[in-house]
Nanobody, 122 residues
Framework: QVQLVESGGGLVQAGGSLRLSCAAS????????MYWYRQAPGKQRDFVAS???????NYADSVKGRFTISRDNAENTVYLQMNSLKPEDTAVYYC????????????????WGQGTQVTVSS
């Protein structure tokens, strides 16, 4: 089975930086898209950034110019470099992968990590 594990969360001051990592392991044939989402207490889970197998990226307007998503295909790992952090960035950050687990699988599947807490203080 496929597992995604996030790491790198923590407490930082506004204006600071943090880099999150998400490592995928298990039965993986191909990763098509990797995503970062975040969810603040009492709020919906929102899209943050994505990166395709070809390296194309997309960002939520709220993080454009501040966050950078990247990947290491050899290690099945995606990163989120977060700069100029704001208190409103405080949330649990989740990694998501659109993954074909085996070559013969007829569908791509969505896998979620357990999340990592990011807290930005004023």
């Amino acid at each position: 089975q496929v597992q995604l594990v996030e790491s790198g969360g923590g407490l930082v001051q506004a204006g600071g930086s943090l880099r999150l990592s998400c490592a995928a392991s298990g039965s993986i044939f191909s990763i098509y898209v990797m995503y970062w989402y975040r969810q603040a207490p009492g709020k919906q889970r929102d899209f943050v950034a994505s990166i395709t197998s070809g390296g194309s990226t997309n960002y939520a307007d709220s993080v454009k110019g501040r966050f950078t998503i990247s990947r290491d295909n050899a290690e099945n790992t995606v990163y989120l470099q977060m700069n100029s952090l704001k208190p409103e960035d405080t949330a649990v950050y989740y990694c998501n992968g659109e993954i074909q687990p085996i070559a013969t699988a007829k569908n791509r599947y969505s896998y979620w990590g357990q999340g990592t807490q990011v807290t930005v203080s004023s």
